[in-house]
């Protein structure tokens, strides 16, 4: 199983960038997907999560109305859209799969490599 992470780079604060997550060897439409981030010095954190089918999405707060979650099944693909940034979205972005409870905690059963997102002010 491979999560391929992609899509991370520098931008300026209120810019955009869109995150990829390409699975194989993964029956993707079976797993619930989320993301999460790691900045310098913290922990891991929930950024959002999506169901299998793509009905259901959750977020963390502070990123409400400026991230948004989707996939595409037919591609294996899960994609962050992110908007309005700011210096504190910097940080790693990983992309997970496993059940729904378990992806809302980072108890996933696969992760990807990781993405670097740097916003500068």
């Known amino acids: 199983v491979q999560l391929q992470a992609s899509g991370g780079g520098l931008v300026q604060a209120g810019g955009s960038l869109r995150l990829s997550c390409a699975a194989s060897?993964?029956?993707?439409?079976?797993?619930?997907m989320a993301w999460f981030r790691q900045a310098p010095g913290k922990d891991r954190e929930f950024v959002a999560s999506?169901?299998?089918?793509?009905?259901?999405?959750r977020y963390q707060d502070s990123v409400k109305g400026r991230f948004t979650i989707s996939r595409d099944n037919a591609k294996n693909t899960v994609y962050l859209q992110m908007s309005s940034l700011k210096p504190e979205d910097t940080a790693v972005y990983y992309c997970?799969?496993?059940?729904?409870?378990?992806?809302?905690?980072?108890?996933?059963?696969?992760w990807g490599q990781g993405t670097l997102v740097t916003v500068s002010s």
């Open positions: 997970a799969a496993g059940a729904w409870a378990q992806v809302q905690i980072a108890k996933a059963d696969y």
């Open positions: 999506i169901s299998w089918r793509g009905i259901t999405t």
């Open positions: 060897r993964l029956t993707f439409s079976a797993y619930d």
